[in-house]
């Protein structure tokens, strides 16, 4: 199954990393949640279709508040496929990019997971 994942740290808050995800339809348009944790966690589930690869790519997403940064994790997937034609990438990448954007801010550590799989989630971190 063709997936990628992301990892940044934002130096922005949580609330504002939350509040621009929760208002993306393609980040959260099928499920956000804030769960009741310390630190604060939050989830997302959007989808997008991207006509190079005739598929939806689904996106979960987690944002983890931290001591001065606000972490981002993205896993986009499509299915089914063998091949995305690099569709699963360009996905987190695009959910990244609209949070950046939104905040004007730049990331820092990023960690950028081709072909994604349980074998390769201690690269986003613990």
Avoid: C
């Avoid at 990892?7 to 922005?12: H, M, T, Y």
């Avoid at 987690?62 to 034609?85: C, F, K, M, N, Q």
């Amino acid at each position: 199954m063709p997936a990628h994942g992301l990892r940044a740290l934002l130096p922005v808050g949580f609330d504002a990393v939350v509040d621009v995800l929760r208002n993306d339809k393609h980040a959260s348009g099928i499920y956000f949640a804030m769960l009741n944790t310390r630190p604060r966690v939050a989830v997302a589930v959007g989808e997008e279709f991207y006509l190079m690869s005739f598929n939806r790519i689904s996106a979960f997403i987690v944002v983890i508040e931290g001591e001065g940064v606000t972490e981002l994790r993205v896993i986009t997937h499509t299915y089914p496929a063998l091949s995305d034609l690099g569709a699963s990438r360009s996905y987190a990448w695009e959910i990244l990019s609209a949070v950046i954007g939104r905040l004007g801010v730049r990331p820092v550590n990023v960690v950028d997971v081709d072909y994604m799989d349980s074998s390769k989630s201690s690269q986003l971190g613990s």
